[in-house]
């Protein structure tokens, strides 16, 4: 057995062959139904195959812990900008000395104690197919993709023992069926531009770095030092060109003169390969071309995490993309900790199973408490409406409801901006609306807007996005040529970076960087974004014609709070 972090004593209890006294077991989890997206294979996993099993040990003071964030987050608060260390957030969450020795008793006593690893409160350990089917008295099945023909091996239900079950969130992988996809979309919009727009005419059309810019006030801003780290995330085989980059800079670059290059960092099996496959290339280009393009002389990492590849030994890959990259991000230095991370992936929330949602939002949480921005795309699919036996539902993406992160839409047009039809928004099924964003969001939900779907979704959830950007007709270099890309995944790292921009003057004038950003957005710095009135969503055919949530006054679910402003926000972020 290896550990990073065992607590005193149950070290020594660990390596030696325990006598665990199992109860009865009991159901842990279970779903009605194959999720959305998926269908079963007549191909069985094989009992050999080499898997390797998460257990997310239940942690204490979860609830102080959330309440430090929020506290940490929010102008005006005494801890403002005190962002903690990973020490002393392990040290807090730290399951209890019971809670670990009665969950490793039990993997020990299904013969895992040699292969198990423990890291603050999660357990590692490789194990088969046949060995996990005993142990949690289970039946694994494969099940395909059905837009992509990916396939995993998964069960719809498991069970633990009695005695087992108190102490744990999860056991992974299991039932959950996240694939964190690309979000991105081929829908084009156009409108007219007035005359006396300073924003280019052009970018009423298509989009590049000077057209951010101009559009948010980013355009004179030359940084006198370069302290942030902008990242972007990628999962799902999808790798960033080198060559591309270059032609996008010398085409669309700003003055700040960027650097060509960047660090690919892999993570849990990531590749980073150069192809011309367009499979392969476009999310990934898309995202460090922009990011790069943005931030300039500030560094820009890439970090490619793996998911699907065979592993060593037979079997299929069950890294789970958001897990591995976020306890990644958890274990590294503040030296080496980024300042701003983009996320333009995601999957309905409904793939998900509530545990594994929970744990994936509690670790973002985590590395939004050490100082750390992060953003996620809306989703492509407007409202989300799905067609059930009991009628329409608006369906909310995932980790977009996180509350614990920032969620962003996409806009078109420049004069004014608008929402485009395939902005994602919502509310979550999992979580509650957050107390940072109930005043705005009650404030939507009093002014009866789209009455034409109510209870559709579920009004007390986490309500998303929090704001929006450019996402329409992007220029991207892919396969050495310039073509057009749109969807929230080109909101997502545009918006991140006017934050990135933001944290890093304020880490040039001795201050904090933002870290987790909503608090901020929904109180001063609401003020430093621009109100979206105009635009809507896709929502449900046979409903109002099919238009979704509507553009109004104030935060809505196409939106959020609006479009960035840099020197509002970098004020905003000062004064605070």
Known sequence: MRSSSLLPGLALLLPVTLAFESDAYTLFEKLNTVPRGWVLDSAEPDPSDVITLRVHVKQQNVETFEKKLIDISTPGNPQYGNHMQTDA????????????????????????????????????????????????????????????????????????????????????????????????????????????????????????????????????????????????????????????????LAKYALDNSPSDTFPCTLVNGGTCNQTTDEDNIVEANLDIQYAVGINGKIPTTYYSTGGRPPLNGGGTNTNEPYLDFLNYLMGLSDADLPTTVSISYGDTEDTVPLSYAQSVCNLFAQVGARGVSILAASGDGGADCSETSGGDVLVPIFPGGCPYLTTVGALVGVAPEAAVDFSGGGFSNYFARPSYQDAAVSAWIAGNNNPDLDGLYNATGRAFPDVSAQGSNFHVFIGGSDGLVGGTSASTPAFSSVINLVSNQLLIDGKSPLGFLNPFLYSTGASALTDITSGSSEGCGDIDNGVGFTAVTGWDPVTGLGSPNFNELLAAAGDS
């Not at 837009?147 to 091996?153: A, E, H, I, L, P």
């Open 89 to 248: 957030i392990r040290q807090m969450l730290q399951p209890s000395d019971d809670s670990l020795r009665t969950v490793c008793e039990w993997l020990e006593s299904h013969g895992l104690g040699d292969d198990m690893m423990i890291d603050s409160d999660w357990i590692y350990a490789n194990t088969t197919t046949g060995k996990a089917e005993s142990m949690l008295q289970t039946k694994y099945q494969t099940y395909s993709d059905i837009d992509t023909g990916t396939k995993m091996s998964r069960t719809l239900s498991y069970s633990v023992p009695h005695n087992v079950k108190r102490h744990i969130n999860l056991v992974h992988p299991t039932t959950s069926f996240a694939r964190a996809r690309a979000l991105k979309s081929t829908v084009l919009y156009h409108s007219s531009i007035p005359e006396d727009v300073s924003v280019p005419a052009s970018c009423d059309s298509s989009i590049t770095p000077t057209c951010l810019a101009d559009l948010y006030g980013f355009s004179n801003y030359t940084p006198s030092a370069t302290p942030a780290k902008m990242s972007v995330a990628g999962f799902l085989e999808q790798w960033p060109q080198y060559s591309d980059l270059s032609a996008f």
